[in-house]
């Protein structure tokens, strides 16, 4: 079998779903498993509905609310002049009505808990799953039945034993050549069945876990751009297709920003070690990438991304001089305020450390200054060169160097996989250095330290 996951911008309208329709359909030999995100910018209005009740604003609320279902109903009422089936009419006044109740209620408590927040996020991609499958006449799962997640709402854990065993007895009797099977990505529930979310963009992570707990062959993710390019083409419209990934590139990419794949998407695939490709809509039969534990690519610069806006931490002790515990005990206070560092540079006695912009740093900062200074600086960006020989290419960090010449690097960290070179300078920097370095890097690229090929 295969997994085909299609996202927001591929769902947008009815002409959409008709060509996602279209797809399915030339690949039903193979069992396809459909995977679907909700139809583009519900996911955002709904986070908006949910927060404008949050606010008190029901008003706002229930027009984000009419205004979405109508959106629906539209799309519905489009691929099926004659009127909709009543399965899936009956599901568009269910949704609509359970959506009306939680923003009713978040607005009355003026409350928005994680858990609220999950079930009026899980209403989009259960909306666009119901129309595709009424359109395609697949049979339609509930996610919530297969994906089991720990409770940690917003950014649920899959537990994979227990979704792996679920899969295979509610979806796998349903698969078969000739039929396809349509669900939610995204979305997933506690084993006391509250709904759950994998995160923004989670639906490529749900394609990848279905893919691994039912064998898939390939996992397509198919989306706006001709697979992943070697930097975001809304930021440099030179960007070319990428033909061939290895799963640690793709991983570090996604990792560093590349949007294109949700970064917890390639684990299950490496552990399965099946191949994930990802596919446009627009022009399915043009070029894609594949991504493979097989490549080696002999790239020593293959793509470009950026994460921001991310805080810079300098933090700064005199403790710090020759004792062997003080990273140890730094980094104690980060795990004990439950806060992610991304990069880091140490000197003798400073360390900066990179973190998420939104981090709540209050209670960091004040277990910090009990042995050490800090400085802030926000609104870096974090700038990832990534590629398989990078270090082993000469020449690589002078051309990078010589391409920012113009712009301040306020950090650099070379990973210690050795496959990716980052950069820190101000969010405003980082379009300009995005460009600078595509330039000077992927248009006319270096001589690759050795030949490509497969293992
Ligand atoms: P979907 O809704 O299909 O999941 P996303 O918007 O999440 O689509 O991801 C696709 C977008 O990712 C592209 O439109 C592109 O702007 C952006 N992107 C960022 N980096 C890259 C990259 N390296 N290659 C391709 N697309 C990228
Ligand atoms: N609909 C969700 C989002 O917009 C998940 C996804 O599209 O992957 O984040
Ligand atoms: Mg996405």
């Known amino acids: 079998m295969i997994v085909m996951k299609f996202g927001g911008s591929s769902v947008a309208d009815a002409a959409c779903m008709r060509e996602v329709a279209a797809l ?20 955002d209005t709904l986070f908006q509905a949910a927060r404008s009740a949050e606010d008190g604003d029901l008003g706002t609320a229930m027009e984000l609310h009419r205004g979405l279902m109508a959106r629906h109903r539209g799309i519905a009422e489009d691929l099926f002049p004659d009127g909709l089936p009543e399965v899936l009419d009956n599901a568009l006044v269910e949704l609509s009505g359970e959506l009306d109740l939680l923003l009713r209620g978040v607005a009355l408590l003026r409350e928005l808990s994680p858990r609220s927040m999950d079930a009026i996020a899980s209403i989009g991609e259960r909306l666009s799953t119901r129309i595709l499958a009424a359109h395609m006449g697949a049979d339609w799962v509930d996610a919530r039945t297969v994906v089991r997640t720990d409770a940690t709402h917003g950014s649920a854990v899959p537990v994979f034993k227990e979704l792996t065993a679920l899969a295979g007895t509610i979806l796998a009797p349903l698969l078969g050549p000739g039929r396809a099977v349509v669900t ?65 590139e793709a991983a570090e990419l996604a990792a560093f920003g590349a949007k294109v794949l949700h970064p917890a998407t390639i684990q299950p695939a490496v552990e399965k070690g ?21 490549v080696i690519t002999g790239r020593s610069i293959t793509a470009l991304a950026q994460r921001g806006p991310v805080t810079v931490l300098t933090v700064t002790s005199a403790h710090m001089l020759n004792q ?35 981090a709540p740093l209050d209670a960091l900062l004040e277990d910090l ?25 000469p020449g690589v960090t002078g ?42 890097l992927l248009e006319s690229p270096m001589v690759a330290g050795a030949e490509g090929g497969r293992r």
């Open 24 to 43: 399915v359909a030339e690949a039903l030999p193979q069992t396809p498993l459909v995977v679907l995100s909700a139809t583009a910018r519900t996911t």
């Open 184 to 248: 939610q990505g995204y979305i997933g529930a506690t084993a006391k069945g509250f709904t759950t979310t994998l995160g923004r963009g989670g639906s490529d992570f749900s394609a990848a876990l279905y893919g691994a707990a039912l064998g898939a062959t390939d996992i397509q993710i198919w989306t706006d751009v001709e697979g992943v390019l070697t930097c975001d083409p809304r930021v440099v419209p030179e960007a070319q297709p990428i033909a061939e990934l290895s799963f640690a």
């Open 274 to 294: 099946i191949p994930v490709t990802v596919r446009s809509t627009r022009r399915p039969h043009g070029r894609f990438t594949t991504i493979t534990g097989e």
């Open 324 to 358: 062997s515990g003080f990273l140890a005990s730094l980094f104690q206070v980060f795990a004990r305020n439950k806060i992610s560092v991304d990069l880091i540079a140490t000197a003798e006695v400073s360390v900066s450390l990179t973190v998420d912009a939104g």
């Open 369 to 393: 200054a009990a042995f050490a200074t800090v400085g802030i600086a926000r609104d870096r960006a974090i700038v990832a060169i990534v590629g398989e020989r990078l270090k082993l290419t």
């Open 399 to 440: 051309r990078c160097f010589g391409a920012l010449r113009d712009i301040n690097i306020e950090m650099i960290s070379m990973g210690a996989n050795e496959i990716n070179l980052s950069f820190v300078v101000k969010q405003d920097d980082a379009r300009p250095a995005l460009r600078a370095l595509h330039g000077a």
